[in-house]
DNA sequence: AGAAGATATGGAGACGATCTCCATTTGTCA
DNA sequence: TGACAAATGGAGATCGTCTCCATATCTTCT
C-alpha cells in the first residue's frame, strides 16, 4: 500500500521533526489553534517543506495517529491472549476511559479530525475497530455475550466517550457509558 | 437571560431571513461549505449586517439550533405524559435515532460544531440533556431503571450516534447502541 | 576527490476568506 | 413632516493558506 521511495537522508530529517512536533500539539491539544505557517517555523522548516510532506493539516494528523493507534491495538492483542475473551473485552474497554483520560487533548483532536470529515484518519481507525471487532467476536464465541449487537456500536460508543471530553463529569459518565455497554452485552438469560 | 430590545423592524425581518437560510443549509449539510460572504448575498442581506447579527458562524447555528432542540424537548414532555416511564425513555431514544436518521445534514452539522468545541451550543444542549434527564429520572423513579448511571452516559451514547453519521451501516449500529443501552440500563436484578 | 544530476529547501508573494468601518439609507416618534 | 436613532451594505483592511521557483543540499559516478 505504502510505496515507499528512498527518501534522501535531509528530508527524512525533517519529516520526523515534523511528526515530532505534531505529536506534541496533538497531545497538548493545541493542535488546530496554530497557524500552519508557525508550526513550519516551529519545527524549524520552511513552509513550502512542511506542505510537501503534508499537504494538509489531516495528513500530518494521519502521520501522528498511526502510532496512537498501533500502541492500543497491541494492548486488545495482548488482553486476548492472557485473559477470558470477556474480561478482555471489559479491560480493553476500561483501559480506553483510562488513556482517553490520560491524554485529553489528544482525544479532543481526533473528535475535532472525525468530525470534520476528513476521512484521513479511516485507515488508522480502521485498525483500531478491528481490534475490537476481534475481542467482541472472541467474547461471542466464548457465549458470555449477545451475537445480534456488533462492534460498530461498541465503536460508536467509544466515539462519543471520546468526542465529550469537555464534559465537566466526564470521567464518571464515560465509565457509565461503558458499564451500560458491558451489561447490555451480557448475554439476557 | 436574553434581555431582548426591541428590535427595528427592518432588523427583525433581516435576522429572520438569516435564520431561515441558515437552518436550510444546516439541513443540507453545507453550512460550512459556504462563504460567509455568500452566505451574506444568499440571504439578500450586506456582509455588514449579517456579521451584526451574528458575530460568528457559530452564533448563527445557536439560533437555528433552538427550534431544533425545542422540538425535541417538546416530544419528550409529550411521551413522558403519555406513557409509563420505561417506555417513554425507550421511546424517545429510539425516535432520536429516527430523527437523526431523517436530519442526516443536521447532525453532521452539528457534530462537527460540538466537536469544534465553540461552546455556542451548550445552551441548547443544556435544554436537551434536561429533557433526557427527566426521562430517565422518571424512569429510575418508576423502578424500572438502575440508578447507579446517569442521563450523562446516555448523553454521550446519543453524541456517538450523532457523530458517527457516515458510517456505512449507520442505521444498524446506532439502534445497536441504543439496544446496548436500553438493556444496560435496566435494573439488574 | 570533484563534477553532474537529482532531490529537497525556504520564504516571498498570490490568493481567498473573514471581518471592520462608516457614509448612506431606512424606520420611528412626536 | 422634521429630526433623531437604528440599521444597512459593501469597499477594503487583515490574516491564514498554499504555490512556485531560484537556491542549497545530498548522492552517485568516474
Known amino acids: 500500500m505504502t510505496a515507499d521511495k528512498p527518501l534522501r537522508a535531509d528530508a527524512r530529517r525533517n519529516r520526523e521533526a515534523l511528526i515530532a512536533r505534531a505529536r506534541e500539539l496533538f497531545d497538548s491539544g493545541d493542535f488546530f489553534d496554530l497557524r500552519f ?32 493507534v498501533a500502541t492500543l491495538c497491541d494492548r ?43 476521512g484521513a484518519l479511516a485507515e488508522g481507525s480502521r485498525a483500531l475497530e478491528q481490534a475490537v471487532t476481534d475481542l467482541v467476536a472472541a467474547a461471542v464465541a466464548g457465549g458470555a455475550v449477545r451475537d445480534d449487537v456488533g462492534a460498530g456500536a461498541v465503536m460508536m460508543a467509544l466515539h462519543g466517550i471520546g468526542a465529550a471530553h469537555d464534559r465537566p463529569d466526564w470521567r464518571a459518565e464515560a465509565d457509565g457509558v461503558i458499564t451500560l455497554v458491558l451489561d447490555g452485552l451480557r448475554r439476557p438469560r
Do not use: K, N, Q, W
Open 37 to 68: 505557517d508557525d508550526f513550519a517555523a516551529l519545527a524549524g522548516v520552511g513552509v513550502g517543506t512542511l506542505y510537501r510532506h503534508f499537504p494538509t493539516r489531516e495528513a500530518l494528523a494521519e502521520a501522528v495517529y498511526h502510532h496512537e
Open 76 to 118: 486488545a492483542r495482548h488482553l486476548r491472549a492472557t485473559l477470558p475473551a470477556d474480561e478482555a473485552l471489559a479491560t480493553f474497554l476500561r483501559g480506553m476511559v483510562d488513556h482517553i483520560d490520560a491524554h485529553e487533548g489528544l482525544a479532543r483532536t481526533l473528535a475535532t479530525l472525525m468530525a470534520t470529515g476528513s
